[in-house]
């Protein structure tokens, strides 16, 4: 396997993509065109290691470019994570058709996901949410959760308490945060009281965590 990818869009609410790249001996790059349509609110990249807690770890030898529908490059959007994670948020991001091309190396390896979440999301999702196959909502979710749990779980185990580390990346302005409280429909104390059990489950599998994030907010009936 050199590029597995899986999308999910559910027209004016999001459009995802999922990419898992596995070097195999030689470097190579994976192009992902996305359409942003007008009224998009967010567009969120991360980039992980792989399998099901690869959200927890850093990509192996791999890098993504970011660029518009005018050939415009979006590199000051990026951000690294403590952990090594690779996070990019842009908001009110120009429309068109945005290309992320994902490069890896000899042995590289990394999950991409990436998500275009719209203004109309959290109102749209607590209305049709619950008649939504799981693993669509999980998908299109997901790429503003990782990009949120990355920043925010190295405070926590750095010493700090939920609230408290939200409260700090609330005011360093992350755009992870806002990009996860406009998708979630959440205000920072409301989520901090949704991510204080789930602290506990960190080491699950992310789209576990998704499943238990999900129901805990009211988005299905799980």
Not at 24 to 38: L, Q, T, Y
Not at 104 to 130: H, I, W
């Amino acid at each position: 396997m050199a590029a597995l990818e899986v999308r999910s869009e559910l027209p004016g609410v999001w459009s995802a993509v999922e990419v898992t790249v596995e070097g195999e001996g030689r470097s190579d790059k994976h192009a992902v065109d996305i359409v942003v349509p007008e009224g998009s609110e967010w567009l969120i990249v991360a980039l992980t290691g792989t399998g099901p807690a690869g959200f927890l770890a850093p990509p192996t030898q791999a890098e993504f470019a970011l660029v518009d529908a005018q050939g415009n490059h979006h590199s000051e959007s990026f951000q690294r994570a403590a952990g090594g994670q690779l996070t990019a948020v842009v908001r009110d991001p120009p429309p068109g058709r945005w290309t992320i091309t994902l490069f890896y190396g000899e042995t590289g390896s990394a999950d991409m996901n990436v998500g275009v979440l719209s203004r109309a999301l959290p109102t749209k999702m607590q209305k049709f949410g619950r008649w939504m196959r799981c693993t669509s909502c999980k998908l299109g979710l997901k790429a503003a959760i990782i990009a949120l749990l990355a920043h925010l779980l190295p405070l926590i185990a750095a010493g700090l308490g939920v609230q408290q580390a939200l409260m700090k990346l609330a005011t360093a302005g992350a755009k992870v945060l806002t990009a996860a409280l406009g998708a979630l429909g959440l205000t920072v104390e409301a989520l901090g009281k949704v991510l204080e059990p789930l602290k506990d489950y960190v080491d699950d599998p992310i789209d576990s965590i998704m499943e238990r994030l999900c129901s805990m907010v009211g988005l299905c009936a799980s």
